[in-house]
């Protein structure tokens, strides 16, 4: 099984510079959603979605856009990029609600802006 | 903010001795899950212990849960030097659907 697949693995930006980050999973999973992890700050959550179509901001959505066309995928787009934008970036995808759903992550994403 | 504390930042341990980590939480939660992460690697999921449980096994883990104090413990028993990685815990709020991690305890196991 794939699981969560992200790309790229690696990416150094110029300041202003835009990209995309990509994220799918072939598990059928519902919800999906973007973290961005820091060093000392633990993860924290840009954007997620609960299905297909829909989408909400979490803790730090300035400077992201997302979007949810199909249940398997959910781009994280940077639309221009800052040096604060550095930073790893995981996706994660769930199963519908229930109390006991585990949530699978990707390898992450290391993002570099200069 | 984040949701989650964990508690020590860092723990440094002989290799077969037990290693419990500790983690808090602000808010209402429908589960709480336990995740490790090797340095410069994905996050990897250990364990998940449901609002309605006090304590679950897996292997050489155990978690317990305090709802009414709000905390959870990992115990890592007869710990390994593969152990060594970074643990987060992490609560799922199926009010607004976030999972809010914590900022992690380092654990190094000394061979």
């Known amino acids: 099984n794939a699981g969560v697949t992200q790309t790229p693995k690696f990416q150094v930006l110029k300041t202003g510079q835009s990209m995309t980050l990509q994220c799918a999973q072939d598990?059928?999973?519902?919800?999906m959603s973007w973290y961005r992890q820091d060093p000392g700050m633990g993860l924290r959550l840009i954007h997620y979605?609960?299905?297909?179509?829909?989408?909400d901001q979490g803790e730090v959505p300035n400077g992201y856009n997302v979007s949810r066309s199909t249940t398997e995928d959910f781009p994280l787009r940077l639309l221009s990029a800052a040096p604060s934008q550095t930073s790893v970036y995981f996706c994660?995808?769930?199963?519908?609600?229930?109390?006991?759903?585990?949530?699978?992550f990707g390898e992450g994403s290391w993002l570099t802006v200069v | 903010s984040q949701q989650g504390e964990e508690d020590p930042q860092a723990l440094s341990i002989q290799e077969g001795e037990n290693a419990t980590m500790n983690c808090s939480y602000k808010?209402?939660?429908?589960?709480l899950q336990w995740y490790r992460q090797n340095s410069g690697r994905g996050l990897v999921h250990l364990i998940l212990?449901?609002?309605?449980?006090r304590e679950k096994h897996s292997g050489r883990l155990r978690v317990t849960l305090d709802t009414s104090k709000k905390s959870s413990s990992l115990l890592i028993t007869a710990s390994r030097a593969a152990d060594t990685a970074s643990y987060f815990c992490?609560?799922?709020?199926?009010?607004?659907?976030?999972?809010?991690f914590g900022t992690g305890t380092r654990l190094t196991i000394i061979p």
């Open positions: 994660a995808s769930r199963e519908d609600r229930g109390l006991g759903n585990t949530i699978y």
């Open positions: 598990m059928n999973h519902e919800y």
């Open positions: 979605s609960v299905g297909a179509g829909i989408t």
């Open positions: 808010t209402s939660i429908n589960n």
């Open positions: 212990i449901r609002s309605n449980e």
């Open positions: 992490a609560t799922l709020n199926f009010g607004n659907e976030k999972l809010t």
